[in-house]
């Protein structure tokens, strides 16, 4: 589970003013045994807050608007999220903060995120309580930032953590699944719900892959089916606080805020896989040299 090669020959070249602060935190040596364990754990939360600094400046507006946003302002509540949430992206192109590939990845969540948001609310799946101007029907534009956000921890944490992978199935077929998972958000509205063979076609497609990441000094891994669940229950985690502030509501939230269902998790699931696919559509999934 290690690869002792030196870390210099392992990392790409630098691109965003990130890389500098990384290299300068895993040139340090505390002395061995639990230090060193400890300092790795450190480091892997902090490249992780990293990754997430898109998605986490949303989730602060999201609830800074709530609990302070003037109710009586001249600019809606959702016209400021969508403003704050574009001057976020391009300050984090400006300041060298993500790449411009990065960016045009996220570009494409946002495109096919605020698709099936405008689907989704004209069922009923959930809605937008306050009124705005910077909407398209009943979407406000701020919500593909939403999926831009998943968009760019993965674009970043990819980079950060150097991903390599074992056994990573042909990419024409992970391609045909993240279509098909695309299609049944949909479909299933009006035909009956595939993703129980959805699901299992993911088990069968992914149950031997392995993503391998540098923290620090030693690669390590995790099955990727496992790392998907674990993006997916963090995501769910912030939804929870995206309707406490009233960023959308679920119809069972309408009288007032309860917890999103955990049933919620296996959508994110998928939608995490299609996520995947996106970026990997950028980064090409590189086979680790054994």
């Known amino acids: 589970m290690s690869d ?5 020959h392992t990392r790409p070249p630098a691109h965003t003013r990130f890389a500098a602060i990384r290299a300068r935190l895993e040139a340090f040596a505390p002395r061995p045994g639990w230090r060193a364990w400890t300092y790795e754990f450190l480091l892997f939360g902090f490249k992780q807050g990293w990754a997430c ?12 608007t709530h609990l302070f946003y003037p109710p009586d302002a001249a600019l809606a509540r959702y016209d400021f999220l969508t403003l704050a949430a574009l001057a976020i992206q391009l300050g984090m192109l400006a300041f060298r903060l993500e790449t411009l590939e990065e960016a045009r990845v996220i570009l494409a969540f946002h495109v096919v995120g605020t698709v099936m948001e405008l689907f989704k609310t004209a069922y009923g799946s959930w809605h937008y309580p306050e009124p705005s101007l910077l909407r398209i029907g009943e979407v406000p534009l701020f919500s593909g930032f939403m999926y831009a956000a998943v968009g760019s921890y993965l674009a970043r944490v990819w980079r950060i953590f150097d991903f390599r992978f074992t056994a990573y199935p042909s990419p024409l077929l ?8 695309y299609v049944n958000f949909f479909a299933h509205h009006f035909l009956p719900d595939g993703r129980l063979v959805l699901f299992a076609a993911l088990g069968v497609l992914f ?20 790392g998907w669940l674990l993006v997916a229950l963090f995501i769910w985690l912030a ?7 009233r960023a ?43």
Not at 4 to 8: E, I
Not at 174 to 181: D, E, T
Not at 271 to 287: C, G, N, R, T, W
């Open 53 to 64: 600094l898109f998605g986490g400046l949303m989730l602060a507006l999201l609830l800074g």
């Open 4 to 8: 002792p090669r030196p870390l210099a």
């Open 207 to 226: 149950w031997r892959t392995r993503v391998w990441f540098r923290v620090w000094r030693e690669e390590r891994w995790m099955p990727l089916l496992v």
């Open 239 to 245: 939804e929870n606080i995206a309707t406490f502030s």
């Open 248 to 290: 959308w509501l679920y119809p069972s939230q309408i009288d007032g805020w309860a917890l999103v269902s955990p049933s919620k998790l296996g959508a994110w699931y998928l939608l995490m896989y299609i996520s995947f696919i996106l970026v990997a559509a950028l980064h090409k999934p590189q086979e680790k040299v054994r």
């Open 174 to 181: 992970a391609g045909v699944l993240a279509i098909a998972i």
